[in-house]
């Protein structure tokens, strides 16, 4: 059995640490390649091509007819689902609803810039959404939970879900109560390449969308790259992955239980634990194989294959400060501070989508609802994107108003630059020509 990943910072060179802030999707070529012909087929047969591939690759038994989830599907979903799991999906949604209604935008404001001349922002939903929810290695009723709620709380007047059927034909019986309570009716049942082509381009049964979110495989991925000109791809949100940062004051044991969370995802995920202090390095390899034990065969192979892959393991840095150069650098889509005083790290990292902080809030419980989105940005995009928020829901119109006593000023100056860049009807509209035509 292979040993988990055990990286001295010391020892390695540059280009051997560069090779660690490498995420597994980081070259998605064949998966482009092999979405090519899956959203072109959706382009051109619809919903034929979409009942193939749900056969094909979902080995699901659906057809034109039950592509789109019916009201007596909701409803027998109310009653398969565990009364236990509706309760923590109500608690969920309440949680993210509250945080993300906290996060809305003013619909507008406007401020006087100058006397007579105003300016500010508008926003507006926009008009269609599609939410895409996986159904690969797991099912995701967190995942609808955390795209629905800020779609809802922006507005959005047309919402559905896509994600993949089951083999009865079915879709997981949780993300449909996840999508009832938080306020979506339309569910399609079609995932990976060809549920982002349906949405961009419509199909007889999938109405299309103006923009898709949502995580996603690398099919999903390469679709969404695939379709970027057709329809807006959102964030770009891939295989899970985190890192667990621990000073001295922890248990490396209890690192090891947090590094696994997001190891368990899938052989495409990454997870580190970065630490300077090799006590808590040591506890948390030693402590590893205890807590396999106790995981399914399935999470143990997944994170198994993160941990002793070259996406994964244990980082030994050779200081605090290498510790958190290591997670600016590798800019992780969860971070979780395990310190007794985690606040005393946070002004030290800026590149992480999520910072989940102390030993009382391990990545699970950000993951299942407790207010901030879950959705996040991988492969190093919390670089430039934040989570996935209500603002991903609306767009923004800048709105401008110059009374007639302000106008002067600004004409005045508006005139030189109009004359600078060298554009006449620019010049005229702000000359003596305009004020014959004004209304008195
Ligand atoms: N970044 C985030 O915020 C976030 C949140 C939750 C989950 N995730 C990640 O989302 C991913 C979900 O992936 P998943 O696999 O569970 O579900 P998925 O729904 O994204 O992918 C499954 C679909 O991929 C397609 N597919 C599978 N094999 C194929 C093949 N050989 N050819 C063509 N298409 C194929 C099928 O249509 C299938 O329905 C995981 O990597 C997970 O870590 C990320
Ligand atoms: N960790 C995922 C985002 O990367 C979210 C999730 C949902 N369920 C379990 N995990
Ligand atoms: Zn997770």
Known sequence: MADVSFHDLSLLDDAARARLLKRSEADLTSFVERAR???????????AALVRFGRELDKADVTAATLKVSEAEFDAAFEAVAPEVVEAIRFGIENI???????????????????GG?????????????????????????VTMMTAVPAVVAGVPELSIVTPPTPDGSVDAATLVAARLAGVGTVYKCGGAQAVAAVAYGTETVKP???????????????????????????????????????GSVHGGLAALDLLVEAEHGPDSSAYLVTHERR????????????????????????????????????????????????????????????TDPFA????????????????????????????NAVLPTSRWARTYGPLSVTDFVKRSSIGYVTAGGYETFARHARTLATYEGFSSHYNAVSEMRAPYLPK
């Open 37 to 47: 012909p899956i959203v072109e087929a959706v382009r051109s047969e619809g919903d």
């Open 97 to 115: 609803r509250v945080f993300h209604e906290e996060q809305k935008p003013e619909a507008m404001w406007l401020k006087e810039i100058r006397p």
């Open 118 to 142: 105003f300016a500010g922002d508008r926003f507006t939903p926009i008009r269609s959404v599609a939410l895409y929810v996986p159904r690969g290695k797991g099912a995701f009723p967190s």
């Open 209 to 247: 969308a103006l923009k898709i979110v949502g995580p996603g495989s690398p099919w999903v991925v390469a679709a969404k790259r695939l379709l970027a000109g057709v329809i807006d791809p959102g964030l770009p949100a891939g295989p899970s992955e985190a890192i667990i940062f621990a000073d």
């Open 280 to 339: 808590v390095a040591e506890e948390a390899l030693a402590a590893l194989p205890d807590h396999w034990a106790r995981m399914t065969e399935q999470r143990v192979d997944f994170s198994r294959a993160v941990l002793c892959g070259p996406h994964g393991g244990v980082v030994l840095t050779p200081s605090l400060e290498e510790s958190y150069r290591f997670v600016n650098d590798y800019a992780p889509e969860h971070l979780e501070i395990l310190s």
């Open 345 to 372: 790290h946070l002004g030290r990292i800026t590149e992480a989508a999520e910072i989940l902080m102390g030993p009382h809030t391990p990545v699970t419980i950000g993951n299942f609802g407790l207010g901030p």
